[in-house]
Every structure is written in C-alpha cells, then in structure tokens.
C-alpha cells in the first residue's frame, strides 16, 4: 500500500511537534564478528595454533563449524552435510566425486573439544563440549541483538550501542530523552489497514533505550490499529520497566499498562500475540472527531521502573523526573 499519506506528530517532554514521516530502510551488514576462540578451562589460557583442529573442523566452504555427519572425498578433503549439496557431489578442493565417505576420525575428534561459547569476547563465560556449543550460543544472553526496525526485514545486528546508532543514522528514526511522550498519528485514507506501519520512535530513559511501534493491521475480519513498546535489551531486564498508553477523546478512552516486550521477540511476534494497546477502527474514527474520514489519534504514555521497597517487600513505581 501506498505509506506517503501516512503522518505521524510527535510531543514528547515538552517539545515542538514534528513530522515523523515513513522512511525507506537501508541495508547495512555489521561485521560483528568475535574473538578467536581459546579452547581451556580458563578463558585465559592460549589456544592451539590456526592450523589446529580448529582450523580442521572448519567447512571449506562455508567457513562453519562442521557436525556430524562430516564427509570426504577419496583424497581426504573434508566438508559439512549442508554444503554436500550445494557442490553436486563435487569435492571443492580437488573435484573429486565425493561419494558417501564420512570422516569418522574428524568426528572423533570433535567429541573430545570442549571451546568457550563464541559470544565470550562479549562477555559470555561458558565452555561447552563441542555438540553442546551451538545450543548454546543461539539462546546466549550475549549474542547480538536483531535490528528492530519494522518497516521491512533489516538484517543488521549487533550490540545496543551500535543498532541505536545504526536506527538513528540509517532508518532515521526519531530519537527522544524522557519516560512521558504524546503521539498524534495521521492518516489520511484510515480503511487501508493493510499492514501499514509508521515511523518507529526511540525513547532514551533509565538509563536504557525504548522502541514505540504503531500500525494498522487486519484482526481477523476486522481492521485494528495497535501500539506497543520493546525494550532494547533482554527479557529479564525488561521485566523492570512498565508502561502505559491512552488514547481517547470526546469524554472517552483507552487505557493499556504493561511490561515492554525485549527486542529478542520479534516485532511480528509481539504483534500477533497482541500484546498492548489495540483500537478497533471505528472507535480510532471516534476518537478522530470531525467527519470520521480522517486518522487522527492522540497516543500519550509513560515509562517506569519498578523498585523494590525493601521495608515493605513491595514493588513501588519509580518515576523519572
């Protein structure tokens, strides 16, 4: 659908309205690469040379590291299952009809390793036998995070300092400082529902950094609009904020409080769970005033922290100022 008609203005903390417009999303691939790898029982300890098992148990063409079922060609070269395929059966090195030859010493081998998870030079502690490794790492609490930017697949990651930076120099998304905002969202034709979604906005506060989302979407038959804020950072720490948002006018509205969901959920995935607030078209019309052709929502909400009080063993809001 078409998204040039689509005007979000923003107050937020006492500021000026602006213009938030849709913007196109710029590709960028971070080279977010780790460490070597040290394979001891101390992350201090030096690891075998390059030319190692470590350097053995790497595909040739993939550069992964390789699992069972692991194969070779007649002269001994080696690479993994997935990539068996991808050569038609030819050996990369030599051309050499691979044929179905596993290299059962390599995989041996292998059993024996046990590497630190390669997330360590982020700060992960774990050494894990080598099986154990990638299980691991794709639930680590210090691997990247994914770009949260909404407005199409950006395969960007990396750690929050960088992706903060790479939203605000390369989808140009509006960045604020405080915990309270107020959102008037536009839109000029409001039945076009179809997944349309406006311009993220990134609140700066505690110390840690928000993403409130927007958007119009088909629930079921019925066209809805939605917004909902992500925490950049991980489920547990997210778990310490709360928020609130409200829409309403002519003597009526609408109120949702929760716990911001972690960007480790995909905003597909806090979308479908709906998980905050969700405004059924004709009451966003309502809200609109006038003749009701026109979008014109007024989103106000505020982030805080919980603290626990110590002398009562309660949970009591902490305010920013």
């Keep these: 659908m078409d998204l040039d008609n689509i005007e979000c203005v923003s107050v937020t903390d ?17 080279p977010f690469q780790p460490k ?23 595909c040739p063409v993939c550069t992964n590291s390789m699992y ?24 990369p090195t030599c051309r050499q009809e691979l044929g179905d030859i596993r290299c059962l010493a390599l ?24 099986y154990s490794k990638l299980k691991h790492e794709s639930q680590c609490n210090f691997r990247p995070y994914s770009c949260p930017y909404a407005g199409s697949e950006c395969a960007v ?39 349309a979604t406006w ?14 989302h927007f958007e119009a979407f088909q629930l079921g038959m019925a066209p809805v609009y939605m917004a909902f804020l992500r925490f ?29 969901r972690s960007i480790r959920d995909s905003h597909r995935k806090v979308r479908d769970s709906h998980d905050g607030l969700i405004i ?6 309502f809200f609109s005033g006038g003749d009701r052709k026109e979008l014109k929502l007024r989103v106000t909400g505020r982030i805080w922290k919980e603290q626990q009080n110590s002398e009562a063993g309660v949970c009591i809001p902490n305010l920013c100022s």
């Design 36 to 58: 070597p790898h040290h394979n001891s029982n101390t992350l201090n300890a030096a690891i075998p040379p390059a030319t190692s098992v470590h350097e053995l148990l790497e």
């Design 280 to 285: 059924q078209r004709n009451m966003a019309l």
């Design 14 to 30: 006492g500021l000026d309205e602006d213009d938030i417009h849709t913007s196109s999303t710029r590709h960028h691939q971070h």
């Design 232 to 260: 950049m950072g991980d489920e547990n720490e997210a778990r310490s904020y709360s928020y609130s948002l409200e829409v309403g006018a002519n003597g009526r509205k609408l109120t949702w409080e929760g716990t911001p």
């Design 157 to 195: 990651v990396g750690d929050i300092p960088f992706l903060v930076a790479h939203l605000r120099d390369d989808h140009k998304v509006d960045m604020h400082t405080g915990c309270t905002f107020n959102h008037r969202y536009v839109k000029a034709n409001p039945r076009e529902v179809e997944n």
């Design 199 to 212: 311009m993220l906005t990134v609140f700066h506060c505690f110390g840690q950094y928000f993403c409130l």
């Design 68 to 91: 069972p079922p692991i194969h070779q060609c007649h002269n001994g070269h080696t690479l993994c299952s997935t990539c068996k395929t991808r050569v038609h059966n030819r050996c």
């Design 107 to 130: 995989e041996k081998v292998a059993e024996s390793l046990e590497l630190p998870c390669k997330y360590y030079s982020l700060g992960c502690p774990e050494i894990f036998p080598y």
